[in-house]
């Protein structure tokens, strides 16, 4: 089963661009446009991760992270944004952010991708069968 991530980015190029890269990676991507849709999709259904930018139109990013926050208080939120005001910043923080990544003409999307993979599956194989191993016979 892929992991399933919600977009939430206004842009069309900038979340064409991200949504079609993390696709050709084999990860399930549900784009919205807006803060109320992104709303309207958190309650239909449990994401992997919510990939987050903070302007948005009509409910600003914040906003909607606060709403994500009481839906699902348990589901990693990256911030993707080459907004960077210091009291949203910190309102950000204190909502319980997971990740930040720069968005703008510098950003590396391969790179970007790269990093959305790595909370998705933040252990390497080898790990993984590692600490399977170290579980007791008969736990499961």
């Known amino acids: ?24 990676e084999d990860i399930d991507v549900i784009w919205a446009i807006d803060g109320k849709s992104a709303i309207a999709q958190m309650q239909r259904g449990k994401f992997d991760l ?3 930018d903070l302007k948005l139109p009509g409910i600003s990013g914040d906003e909607v992270l606060a709403t994500i ?5 348990y589901v990693d939120v990256i911030v993707y ?25 510098e950003a590396d999307l391969w790179g970007t991708v790269e990093r959305i ?10 790990e ?9 016979a008969g736990v499961f």
Do not use: C, H, W
């Open 1 to 24: 089963m892929n992991n399933l991530i919600l977009l939430i980015e206004d842009e069309q190029k900038t979340g064409d661009m991200l949504k079609q890269a993390l696709e050709s």
């Open 128 to 136: 993984r069968e590692s600490l399977l191993e170290a579980i007791p």
């Open 81 to 105: 944004t080459n907004y960077q005001d210091p009291p949203i910043m910190k309102k950000l923080i204190n909502l319980g952010i997971d990740g930040y990544i720069n968005k703008g003409p």
């Open 69 to 73: 926050r009481r839906v699902d208080p």
């Open 50 to 52: 919510i990939i987050l």
């Open 117 to 126: 993979k790595a909370r998705l599956d933040p252990f390497t194989e080898e």
